[in-house]
């Protein structure tokens, strides 16, 4: 052992320098340069324990004031022995300076780990209420395909949380006390202090992986040289203010972001004043300051009798002068048939081939609005509402229909589209195409056609990432089926809106996100699990590896361009995941009530759903579901002694009625479920009421106003027992995970308030 003395300012350790000892610092302070940021040791720390084993120091260590030092001859484990065994004194002394160091850096290492995850929830946060004003302000969404793939920090086997609490514990422990704890026994010293090591060792290694997350992914929220979250809020600000709409919500949010720079550490001052700069000197009261043509496609010019607008649509389309040609000699054929809903031969061509052309021309008019610059009324009427004929569509509808367009926001919501936002939304890359009509996905459509030999296994990639062909897969699939469905009358099916269609006004029948929202709402007010699903939810870091709980999904509904009478539900889930979004599709224009089109729509969902979970074994009455129960129940209801005479001939009506098809028996049985036994009017027999409600059961409003009722009472009585002793099973490991350390987040509560509903 020497002395060693340092004079302030000098780097007496430089990183990479071979491993030579250790040094008790006696007097002064020694900053320590670690990942994203640094640390100061005072008197009574050990320099050099952090390296723990390597044969190079890690890190600079620079004297702040004039220190002295005792240094130790030092290169491995083994020479702690040699230490303590000479002065078995320094035991404690060493012990002590590990545990500070430890606790030092694993709260380094737990504030970094808080600050990453802060980080990715702020952005998708603020991301998500930027989509949101986005659909508000009826301003299509700026793409940003890197934010919407985020991903948030994921370390390998994290470090826990009783860690942290025992280093914390240790290293606030009375000098005197450790002494006594490690009774000065060398072995159990040297056991702490590489113990320790170990710790130190980790945490810094994951302060290396936040900081290089933090880094790498700074750029999406602020940045002076590519696209950033920031500069998207600013860009939607001025868009909007062009319009003359009120965007204070959206200078509050961009304010709230600002404050998040500042305060998150991130950013050099430099980079933020030249991000903040141009908004914050930025008049958004000047007339005209959006983009140019934005304001005109908001507020359409007024409506002008005699246009030609379909040759505009084909002009805008760059449709081919031939095949335009006889497109417009088709259309004038039909047009000047006596009965457009015949249906021979001749006609029956005639609407295929107007058919094709509509659709031709719809992949080449979205296609062209893409490159921007003004775009007709003529044309956005066409897009989303199948108009391309005065004649055809009628004088006063083709009037009102060029006045809707200045109001499409309202056919807008977060899970509301219109058809053309909807592929706007694919072409951005925000949502994957649907599947079609024979249940295959757009990447098992590409499978299909390298096996046939249409593309080959280089082309693969390319094309699966090219978002052009994902638009073209959901027009020629998707789009086309379920527009001629949701018309509703198949055989005599045209796209090209006719007068004929339309029954009243089409302002009364427009399908707005408003309506359909509250139809949504009215049967979740009913069926209030119709949408949620369970999903998995692990926290490793506070001992939580696999638990299930509940999650509403709300589900996406398209409006297609036509003027129709019924609703699809197109598909239970987005993709492989259960927690995606069902897809509904509704007609823009309809007279039908738009929640009876819903219920039917739920019942169909809830069969479907349970299928997707179920997968093969959907019908298997061994493995209890909904579908397997109701199979069951009506594939053997004749031997069913719970069914009287007169119930098991209403089954069998009803079995007739929907040609031997389970779920249409079922959807009907739904719909009776909640228009009827909701309201305490009886429809079902005693085997379907009990199997409905125990997978669609009743919310506990509607619960409470039939409880007293003995056809009720039981099943209510019962379902309320289980459900208490679920809430309280989800309480007591709340409960655990708090004390651990977890968070109850806002999907945890979620999943709590289900159990109480």
Not at 373 to 389: E, T, W
Not at 498 to 507: A, K, L, P, Q, R
């Amino acid at each position: 052992m020497e002395a060693v003395r340092v004079s302030k300012g000098k780097c007496f350790i430089k990183r990479g320098e071979k491993l030579k000892g250790l040094f008790l610092l006696l007097q002064g302070d020694v900053k320590v340069v670690i990942p994203n940021g640094e640390i100061t040791m005072g008197p009574g720390n050990i320099i050099g324990m952090m390296e723990g084993g390597s044969d190079a120091y890690l890190f600079d260590y620079v004297a702040v004031s004039d220190c002295m030092f005792y240094g130790y001859p030092y290169r491995g484990a083994q020479d702690y022995k040699k230490i303590f065994s000479e002065e078995g004194k320094y035991i404690p002394v060493f012990a002590m300076s590990a545990f500070r160091q430890t606790s030092l850096l694993l709260r380094k290492y737990a504030a970094a780990y808080k600050k990453s995850q802060d980080y990715y929830r702020f952005l998708m946060e603020y991301y998500g209420e930027y989509q949101k004003s986005c659909n508000d302000y009826a301003i299509p969404q700026k793409s940003f395909k890197r934010l919407g793939t985020l991903l948030p920090v994921k370390l390998k086997d994290p470090i826990q949380f009783w860690t942290m609490e025992y280093y914390d514990s240790m290293s606030t422990k009375p000098f005197k006390a450790l002494d006594q704890f490690l009774a000065r026994d060398a072995a159990s010293g040297i056991g702490e202090i590489l113990n320790a090591s170990v710790w130190m060792k980790k945490s810094l290694s994951f302060l290396v992986e936040l900081n290089d997350y933090l880094e790498k992914h700074s750029d999406l929220l602020l940045s002076p040289e590519s696209d950033n979250l920031f500069q998207m809020y600013f860009e939607l600000a001025r868009k909007a203010s062009s319009t003359g709409m009120d965007i204070q919500s959206l200078q509050q949010k961009i304010s709230e972001i600002m404050e998040f720079v500042k305060k998150s550490g991130l950013y050099e001052d430099k980079v933020m004043q030249e991000c903040f700069e141009e908004y914050e000197s930025y008049d958004f009261s000047q007339e005209g300051a959006g983009e140019a043509g934005f304001a005109e496609e908001m507020e359409p010019e007024e409506y002008e009798e005699g246009i030609d607008y379909r040759s505009q649509i084909l002009e805008y389309a760059g449709f081919p002068k031939d095949r335009a040609k006889s497109f417009c000699s088709n259309l004038d054929e039909y047009k000047a048939l006596p009965d457009m809903y015949a249906s021979n031969d001749k006609i029956r061509k005639l609407r295929r081939n107007l058919t094709q052309d509509f659709f031709d021309i719809y992949e080449l008019v979205f296609f062209r609005s893409l490159k921007g610059g003004r775009m007709p009324v003529s044309v956005r009427m066409f897009l989303n509402f199948g108009f391309m004929d005065e004649g055809m569509a009628g004088e006063e509808n083709a009037h009102s229909l060029y006045n809707l367009t200045a109001e499409l926001s309202s056919c807008r919501a977060e899970n509301v589209f219109t058809i053309y936002d909807w592929l706007l939304s694919i072409y951005r890359g925000e949502n994957e195409p649907s599947r079609n009509e024979f249940d295959m996905d757009y990447t098992g459509f590409l499978n299909e056609q390298k096996k046939t030999g249409q593309i080959t296994a280089e082309q693969m990639p390319a094309l699966a990432k090219d978002n052009a062909k994902k638009v073209e897969f959901e027009i020629h699939n998707m789009f086309t089926s379920t527009n001629r469905a949701t018309y509703g009358r198949i055989s005599t099916y045209c796209p090209i809106l006719y007068e004929d269609d339309v029954i009243g006004s089409v302002e009364n029948m427009l399908v707005t996100a408003e309506k359909i929202n509250n139809a949504l709402d009215e049967i979740r007010k009913v069926d209030y699990s119709l949408f949620y699903r369970e999903v998995g939810f692990s926290d490793p870091e506070h001992e939580v590896n696999q638990e299930t709980i509940q999650k509403e999904v709300i589900p996406y509904v398209i409006l297609m361009p036509n003027a129709g009478s019924k609703a699809m539900m197109w598909q239970e889930t987005s993709g492989i995941r259960k927690d995606t979004q069902a897809r509904f599709i509704f007609p823009i224009l309809t007279v039908v009530d738009i929640e009876d089109l819903m219920i039917d729509i739920a019942g169909r969902f809830r069969w479907e759903m349970c299928r997707k979970i179920q997968g093969v074994r959907w019908n298997d009455i061994t493995e209890a579901s909904l579908t397997s129960e109701y199979s069951d129940y009506i594939q053997y209801y004749r031997k069913n002694h719970d069914l009287s005479a007169d119930a098991k001939e209403k089954v069998k009506n009803a079995l007739t009625k929907a040609k031997n098809n389970f779920r249409e028996v079922f959807v009907k049985d739904y719909q009776s479920w909640l228009r009827y036994e909701s309201r305490g009017s009886f429809r079902l027999n005693k085997v379907a009421r009990d199997i409905i409600f125990r997978y669609c059961p009743f919310d506990k409003e509607t619960r409470k106003a039939l409880g007293a009722n003995p056809m009720y009472q039981e099943m209510f009585n019962k379902f309320d027992i289980l459900r208490e002793r679920k809430a309280r099973q989800v309480e007591t490991w709340y409960d655990r995970y708090q004390k651990k350390g977890g968070e109850i987040t806002e999907e945890l509560q979620e999943n709590l308030d289900f159990y109480s509903m």
